[in-house]
């Protein structure tokens, strides 16, 4: 089917702080962006609404906690790195890289995705997924850090890295959907659209 890459000009300034959950954020983030989207889509065409609309968001978390700590389970708050907008920025999401031991090098990705499908003419709906990773990082020398620093390549990126460029050699263990640290929570995704081919009949549409 046809597809077509859409940013979105939703800006994403949403406070982390206001929500009760951490995952809520990122979703509502994808969420925004996503109807952005749409909207804009139907209003330059309303005889030509898009079938489907996927937003997706990334946060990374340092010094992860596992899900079912007592830290986690009382919803005590991890630090969220935000999207790096300089190479100072990035300094601040990679650094651990060599400073730190293997258990201080690990990041916790949590990728949200947000579908929205037309069910019917005019309006949507709405389906959110989010899933996560833990991510470790190998102990690399400091010129390692700081060649990839000054490459640039971990600016406008969550966490500071590119997992599927040239921060790899900075990964050693990624548990759980590969996927999730690249961007996208790709697995999860796909069982989702399976479910929504079973529930809308996208050749009626």
């Keep these: 089917p046809d597809r077509e890459v859409i940013p979105s000009t939703s800006p994403e300034n949403l406070p982390p702080s206001s929500f009760e959950q951490t995952h809520e954020y990122p979703v509502a983030t994808a969420t925004r962006t996503a109807v952005e989207v749409y909207k804009r889509l139907v209003e330059a065409d309303p005889d030509d609404p898009p079938d489907l609309v996927v937003g997706a968001d990334t946060v990374v978390f340092m010094h992860a906690l596992p899900a079912t700590t007592p830290e986690v389970e009382r919803g005590t708050p991890q630090e969220l790195l935000e999207k790096p907008t300089s190479k100072a920025d990035v300094v601040s999401g990679v650094s651990p ?58 600016i406008d990126r969550s966490g500071g890295f590119a997992v599927q460029g040239l921060g790899a050699p900075l990964i050693c263990k990624v548990d759980g959907d590969y996927n999730i640290v690249a961007g996208f929570p790709g697995t999860a995704a796909f069982k989702m659209l399976d479910i929504l081919v079973e529930e809308v009949d996208f050749l009626t549409i």
């Design 97 to 154: 890289v060599y400073i730190c031991t293997l258990h201080g090098n690990q990041r916790l990705m949590d990728s949200p995705v947000v579908s929205l499908s037309i069910l019917t003419a005019p309006g949507y709906a709405i389906r959110e997924l989010d899933g996560r990773s833990l991510v470790s990082f190998a102990e690399n020398s400091r010129h390692v850090f700081e060649a990839y620093v000054e490459n640039g390549e971990g």
